[in-house]
């Protein structure tokens, strides 16, 4: 099994900053492509970035491309999330997810095997 922990949510105002970031523990030889998911009040769960294992290949929803970096530390067993530029509407719960299957550029959250319990980001207008 693998335990994913996220962290460094909070409060901000619109434009500022937020670096969240996700331990993994466990199993975590067993996780490949790890990805940020975010779900807003009333909406479904939406995806945010994702990254390959090696972290050279990050891919971006429309609505977050240039603002927000998604990184990955194997060393550490750790993906981040560095939010720029937030948005009243960046306003969800961020979810930390990982997949054991191989793959590049996946959005679909029914792709992701583990999860977060997910961290509140508020954006004060």
């Known amino acids: 099994q693998v335990r994913l922990v996220e962290s460094g949510g909070g409060l901000v105002q619109a434009g500022g900053s937020l670096r969240l970031s996700c331990a993994a523990s466990g199993r975590t030889s067993s996780i490949h492509p790890m990805g940020w998911f975010r779900q807003a009040p009333g909406k479904e769960r939406e995806f945010v970035a994702t990254?390959?294992?090696?972290?050279?290949?990050?891919y971006y929803a429309d609505s977050v491309k240039g603002r927000f970096t998604i990184s990955r530390d194997t060393a550490k067993n750790t993906v981040y999330l560095q939010m720029n530029s937030l948005k009243p509407e960046d306003r969800a719960v961020y979810y930390c997810?990982?997949?054991?299957?191989?793959?590049?550029?996946?959005?679909?959250?029914?792709?992701?095997?583990?999860w977060g319990q997910g961290t509140q980001v508020t954006v004060s207008s």
């Open positions: 997810a990982a997949a054991r299957r191989l793959g590049v550029g996946q959005t679909d959250p029914k792709e992701y095997d583990y």
């Open positions: 990254i390959s294992w090696s972290g050279s290949l990050p």
